[in-house]
């Protein structure tokens, strides 16, 4: 293999051997924790612009597949492993991790000290990095230098609707950055989703008349996306609205909360949450870099549903004036554990239960 060489803005510099495409790549370095389903975490829309380093010390054992994607391509800038697997293997693997890397312009490097570089990671906070073929004088400079996109939703939205029809209740989707395993979530509950790009305006979405909104994930600085608070100010005050990670922090700041960037953020498979109304814990998927501000939320219409066991960090807000609530973790779980997955039953039983108080009020 070619030597590659992993460059931290605080001077840092770890040396390992490339694999995927050529080429010099920036980007936000970041940590996932996850033992398995670095398919699904590579191509989560969520990741644009970050570098992934993968805690767990082999990647790629099980190869890649056709189902597994939760988009089409990559959204990773690049990927850092401590060992990408030479001869993985599994009954549904169509494809190694390096040869999708190769084929999907991903880069790659392999043989660094992942724990050494996640360590760091927590102590200094995430920070701008760079994957390089060789290491001159000023690269550290250099790398400082660059700039990280600002809006990245609009890299990874929709460009226009489209429909995933089914015979349920219909669930205007508003794409942030939208993984399909909340579309399989909502198929498997016989929903008919109409998708909207993230700048969608209400009226549009009002138009298909659905039965109730969904804000999706999606990747970087919610108030780089703050052209949708007013669509979603709009839509809470008539329709039942579920938020999921980005689109959680964005209901909160159209409710008046306030936003901030974490340290290191939650990204892994295995973050406990505790529901604040029951004696509830759960195992979520988790993947942010930003969380929402409680002492921001004095003088709101929000009350905090779900808390981060380890940290204390909002997870789930609800209103007490429209029948609306976020959470900060992945109940489609994909990758991940299933034990939220029944927030799905509650959105929709939400639905239910608003039609029942409109009917009521028109009689």
């Not at 597949?65 to 850092?80: G, Q, T, Y």
């Not at 002492?295 to 807000?317: H, K, W």
Request: charge should be negative; hydrophobic fraction near 40%.
């Amino acid at each position: 293999m070619t030597k590659r060489y992993l460059v931290l803005e605080n001077g840092s510099i770890y040396e390992g051997e490339a694999f995927g495409t050529t080429g010099t790549s920036v980007g936000e370095l970041v940590f996932n924790t996850g033992m398995t389903g670095y398919q699904e975490t590579i191509t989560d829309l969520s990741y644009a612009n970050q570098m992934i380093v993968f805690t767990y010390p082999l990647i790629g054992n099980y190869g890649v597949n056709r189902d597994d994607s939760e988009s089409l391509r990559p959204a990773a800038a690049a990927i850092v492993v401590h060992e990408i697997a030479r001869r993985p293997s599994n009954w549904r693997m169509q494809i190694s991790l390096t040869e999708w890397a190769e084929k999907m312009n991903l880069p790659g490097i392999t043989g660094v000290d992942t724990r050494a570089l996640t360590r760091e990671l927590r102590d200094q906070g995430v920070m701008k990095a760079a994957l390089v073929d060789q290491v001159a004088p000023d690269t550290v400079a250099w790398l400082r230098g660059q700039a990280l996109p600002t809006d990245q939703v609009q890299q990874v939205t929709v460009r226009s609707g489209y429909q995933n029809p089914n015979v349920g209740v219909t669930i205007a989707l508003i794409d942030f950055g939208l993984k399909n395993s909340i579309l399989r979530s909502l198929a498997a509950r016989q929903c008919n989703v109409v998708v909207f790009p993230a700048d969608v305006d209400a009226k549009t979405v009002l138009e298909v008349d659905p039965d109730g909104i969904m804000l999706s994930n999606g990747p970087g600085d919610p108030q780089s996306v703050s052209y949708a608070i007013p669509t979603i100010q709009a839509l809470q005050k008539v329709k039942p609205l579920f938020g999921i990670c980005l689109g959680h922090q964005l209901f909160a700041m159209a409710n008046g909360a306030k936003t901030f960037k974490m340290k290191f953020g939650h990204r892994g498979f295995n973050h406990a949450v505790r529901s604040i109304d029951s004696p509830r814990l759960a195992f979520t998927s988790q993947n942010h870099g930003y969380a929402v501000d409680e002492a921001s939320l004095a003088g709101t219409d929000l009350i905090v549903t779900y808390r981060e066991v380890n940290d204390g960090t909002v997870e789930g807000l609800k209103s007490t004036v429209y029948p609306a609530f976020s959470v900060q973790f992945h109940p489609d779980a994909a990758p991940g554990p299933h034990d939220a997955d029944t927030i799905f039953d509650d959105f929709l039983r939400l639905i239910v239960a608003d039609k029942r108080r409109k009917n009521a009020q028109t009689v």
